[in-house]
């Protein structure tokens, strides 16, 4: 069926190391592809989407890269900081609806 | 502003009873969301809004109702508490479907 999900359920970095996080995706007919990030014992944050055309997006020391021909998306976090533990979700909205569809989730573990 | 805020925080309903989780928002938001998040697991939408009057259900809408009297609230409906309705509830808003805001979660156990 139609799913968003993860490659790895958690990954562990050294500070100053960047992190990639991965993301697999099944449903092409995805308008956008979005990151977030869950603090313990909050609400999910947003990060940075990138539309389904585009194959790169950069933010705050972060990039978004999608490869639609392997239905791939990743996270890249720049010089990792203790800051940045947290549980990283990747989403996707369908064209024309605004509701989203989260994956499980990768763990970031940042080692000082 | 205070963003999205849900009440109450922490929750145990025995089986049977049924409660009602509120969520509000002050951004002027049209679309507001409820996901339910079991543990080490992803969000799964439970009901969405796309404006006042206007709801639909989502990916697990069995057991769950909602309401949108007003754009500034949405709250949602426990009507008979199954312990699997144990989760931590979340409520979001946004005006542009990516970027959502979400609220701090209620915790509910159903014993």
Known sequence: GESVGLHLPTLSVQEGDNSIINCAYSNSASDYFIWY???????????????????KRQGQRVTVLLNKT??????????????????????????????????SGTRLQVQP | ???????????????????????TQDMNHNYMYWY?????????????????????????????????STTEDFPLRLELAAPSQTSVYFCASTDSGNEQFFGPGTRLTVL
């Open chain 1, 70 to 103: 392997v239905k791939h998306l990743s996270l890249q976090i720049a010089a990792t900081q203790p800051g940045d533990s947290a549980v990283y979700f990747c989403a996707e909205r369908k064209a024309g609806r605004r509701a989203l569809t989260f994956g």
């Open chain 1, 37 to 55: 990030k869950q603090e313990s014992g909050k609400g999910p944050q947003f990060i940075i989407d990138i539309r389904s055309n585009m194959d």
């Open chain 2, 1 to 23: 502003n205070a963003g999205v805020t849900q009440t109450p925080k922490f929750r145990i309903l025995k089986i049977g009873q049924s409660m009602t989780l509120q969520c």
């Open chain 2, 36 to 68: 339910r998040q079991d543990p080490g697991m992803g969000l799964k939408l439970i009901y969405y809004s796309v404006g006042a009057g206007i709801t639909d259900k989502g990916e697990v809408p069995n057991g769950y109702n909602v309401s949108r």
